[in-house]
């Protein structure tokens, strides 16, 4: 369990304090806005309304106490990048910001944020890939050159065993677990059968992914 400051709750603060709160995470919301405020209510261990532009503010938070601090405001970047400034200053030790460009992002790097997050851009890039093939059901980017993907079955892979395919020696790729009706199987062995009724989580580099499933 780890203590959030969480600051900005717009939509994906607000997602975020949602989530944090399902993982079990101590979390202190904080926004201008007092309806936005009220809304986390339920969501978060302690909410206050106020400024965090404002130093005697942020610094009456105790920022120094929490492990993480998530800077998700997204509609005044200069709030953001002060915010982001003013944390690092009063010993937060570590902030993540919400950038909505490349250029956002290293105004923020250059002041004092530990990591960015693109919601929008992240979000486009997962849309993109998910809907443009009738094969793919999910995609998680770990680095600019290797992925994990839940994929379709081939056809001419069915009713065959991992190491009938040997598709980590012929394509490069790693069967890291099966899904079957909605639950999943990490115990990928030898001798498992693949079934047409099975998706697939697959690692490994994109373009070797990419030439393996015909993407």
């Not at 975020?16 to 201008?32: P, R, T």
């Not at 920022?63 to 998530?70: A, E, G, I, M, T």
């Not at 997962?126 to 081939?154: K, N, Q």
């Not at 190491?163 to 012929?170: E, I, N, P, W």
Request: glycine share 6%.
């Amino acid at each position: 369990m780890k203590s959030v400051l969480l600051i900005g709750l717009g939509r994906f603060g607000k997602h975020a304090a949602i989530k944090l709160h399902e993982l079990g995470h101590q979390v202190m919301a904080i926004d201008k806005r007092e309806n936005r405020v009220d809304e986390v209510l339920p969501y978060v261990t302690n909410a206050q309304i106020g400024d965090c532009t404002e130093e005697a503010f942020l610094s009456s938070l105790g920022v120094r106490n929490f492990d993480l601090c998530l800077v998700t405001i997204g509609d005044d970047f200069q709030n953001s990048l002060e915010t982001t400034s003013l944390l690092k200053e009063l010993g937060a030790p570590m902030v993540v910001s919400r950038a909505s460009n490349d250029v956002h992002a290293k105004f923020l790097l250059r002041n004092g944020a530990d990591d960015i997050v693109y919601p929008e851009k992240q979000l486009a890039a997962w849309t993109a890939i998910r809907y443009s093939s009738d094969h793919i059901f999910d995609y998680i980017e770990l680095d600019g050159e290797y992925a994990i993907f839940e994929i379709s079955v081939p056809d001419n892979w069915v009713g065959h065993t991992v190491a009938q395919l040997d598709v980590r020696k012929k394509h490069h790729i790693n069967i890291m677990a099966m899904k079957h009706d909605g639950r999943l199987s990490m115990d990928i062995l030898p001798d498992t059968v693949i079934s047409a009724q099975d998706t697939m989580l697959v690692l490994g580099r994109n373009r070797d992914i990419q030439k393996c499933f015909h993407i």
